[in-house]
């Protein structure tokens, strides 16, 4: 399986962006446990939002409640952060992860948790 993030960029505080995670290679219509977890240089790699593999239920960290979403279409193969009223500590680079075993059920928050990575997409925003 391969993770190929998009959708990151430079904006300001208080804009939108839209990233996605596109899967490709060992993939099936219902999909993977998936997550975004992101990363400051020099930071350990945090959890942000995590939706099952039907997308049925998401978790969002609590730095990130009210402010993103976390969305998936199972037939293109691709997963959603949508991520409004940005700040500036929501800096860092943005990382989509899967969890591709054969056990589907479940809510998994940690790095450990996942072993398929994309490669990261830049969200850098400016007061």
């Known amino acids: 399986v391969q993770l190929v993030e998009s959708g990151g960029r430079s904006v300001q505080t208080g804009d939108s962006l839209r990233l996605s995670c596109t899967a490709s290679?060992?993939?099936?219509?219902?999909?993977?446990?998936t997550a975004w977890f992101r990363q400051v240089l020099g930071g350990e790699r945090e959890f942000v939002a995590f939706?099952?593999?039907?997308?049925?239920?998401?978790e969002l960290a609590d730095s990130v409640k009210g402010r993103f979403t976390i969305s998936r279409d199972n037939p293109k193969n691709t997963v959603f952060l949508q991520m409004n009223a940005l700040k500036p500590e929501d800096t860092a680079v943005y990382y989509c992860?899967?969890?591709?075993?054969?056990?589907?059920?479940?809510?998994?928050?940690?790095?450990?948790?996942?072993?398929?990575w994309g490669q990261g997409t830049q969200v850098t925003v400016s007061s």
């Open positions: 992860a899967a969890r591709v075993t054969q056990n589907l059920a479940g809510r998994y928050l940690r790095v450990d948790d996942y072993n398929y």
């Open positions: 290679g060992r993939t099936f219509a219902g999909g993977y446990p």
């Open positions: 939706i099952t593999w039907n997308g049925d239920a998401t």
